[in-house]
């Protein structure tokens, strides 16, 4: 019989390329989105959709939103929660949503009485909201310095898994819980959303970074992070916590990457903004961007985020797509989708 799996935000980023791997791998999806509508058509039309995908409109914060969409499952993964950095009420608008919609799936999945495992897409910023040049962060720790003032965004990602820990401790459930932590996400996208991790690039390529900042970038492939899920669904030896990362590049270095790989047309941040002088003046600049960003930047600039991915190549047996190839197709997608104009239009080759 055909295994079963609900995927809550099915239409985001990294949802919608689990809906496609799931799909690829003869599994029958539930997906939830918002709200039924027109939008939410390219999902339907990826291969397999027609006969083995459904979606269903749930909202994080109602109590039985997702009932229906996980009812019979065997599998459900969750990856619907807010992400936003320029927030007026951030307990209320990205904290408690967080929250309550990672409590809610799981006490759907408790009521269903099918689900035989849970699989949270957390985050890296669950684990640490700040690099240490003197540490390697592994699925040990746990981000203890963000707060509704700083970081709010990582507060809310760490919130809402100790909560999903904390449910499974203390709750008879028939289900237990793996977490996916990924660092920068990055990739094609299925849907004509830009995300943010992808706009990092897009960014770089339009000219909105001043100069080249002392900041350490740690990326995964959206794809990647989809195989990683799904890995997670069956593996027996599936446990806990997994980091999910490729490799990090810093700022100086995905620059001269991009000029060298025909991007140099593109207006790529020059001014060398590296040093100590510069490290200080774009912390000062930060207090002029939204809270989001420029928390941020205060917390990683000038320092080097170093991550292991071993335990999950260990557990898993995944091998992670190369960084730069996965930068190629990010920005090759994000042309073709029209979130970046080609080098023609912007007078280059």
């Known amino acids: ?3 079963q799996v609900c995927v809550t935000g099915s239409n985001g980023f990294i949802g919608a390329q689990i809906v496609r791997e799931m799909l690829e791998n003869g599994y029958r999806v539930h997906g939830t989105v918002r709200s039924l509508g027109a939008e939410h058509e390219w999902l339907l039309k990826l291969p397999g959709a027609a006969k083995g995908l459904q979606l269903f409109s749930a909202s994080l914060q109602d109590d039985d939103a997702y009932d229906a969409a996980v009812s019979g499952c ?5 990856t619907a929660s807010p992400y936003l950095l320029k927030v007026e009420n951030p307990q209320v608008e990205i904290v408690e949503p967080a ?7 799981l006490r759907a ?9 849970v699989v949270l897409t957390s985050s890296l910023a669950a684990v640490t909201d700040e690099p240490d040049n003197d540490k390697i962060f592994t699925e040990e720790d746990w981000n203890k310095k963000s707060s509704l003032k700083r970081n709010a965004y990582f507060y809310s990602k760490t919130q809402a898994e100790q909560a999903a820990w904390k449910f499974v401790e203390q709750h008879d459930a028939t289900f237990d819980l793996v977490a996916i932590n990924p660092c920068v996400v990055i ?3 299925l849907g004509p959303a830009l995300n943010e991790s992808n706009k990092i690039l897009s960014d770089m390529l339009a000219g909105v970074y001043p100069g080249i900042m002392a900041l ?17 669904l069956t593996s027996t030896a599936a446990q806990g916590r997994y980091i999910t990362c490729s490799d990090g590049m810093a700022m100086a270095e995905l620059v001269t990457f991009l000029g060298e790989s025909g991007y140099q047309d593109y207006k790529l941040p020059k001014l060398d903004m ?5 490290t200080l003046l774009m912390k000062l600049a930060s207090y002029t961007q939204p809270k989001g960003a420029g928390d941020f930047i205060r917390s990683h600039i000038g320092k080097t985020m170093r991550i292991s991915n071993k335990k999950i ?26 979130h970046i104009a080609p080098a023609s239009v912007t007078g280059g080759r």
């Open 313 to 338: 190549c260990r557990d898993l047996g995944i091998e992670f797509r190369p960084v730069r190839a996965s930068i190629h197709a990010a920005i090759t997608d994000m042309i073709e989708w029209g």
């Open 216 to 232: 350490n970038f740690c990326m995964v492939d959206v794809r990647d992070v989809a195989k990683a899920h799904r890995l997670a």
């Open 109 to 117: 999945a408790r009521r269903a009485g099918s689900v035989r495992r």
């Open 187 to 189: 990739g094609p996208a």
């Open 274 to 278: 590296s040093g100590a002088a510069g």
């Open 74 to 78: 065997d599998y459900v993964i969750h």
């Open 1 to 3: 019989m055909t295994a």
């Open 99 to 105: 929250v309550q919609g990672t409590l809610n799936v």
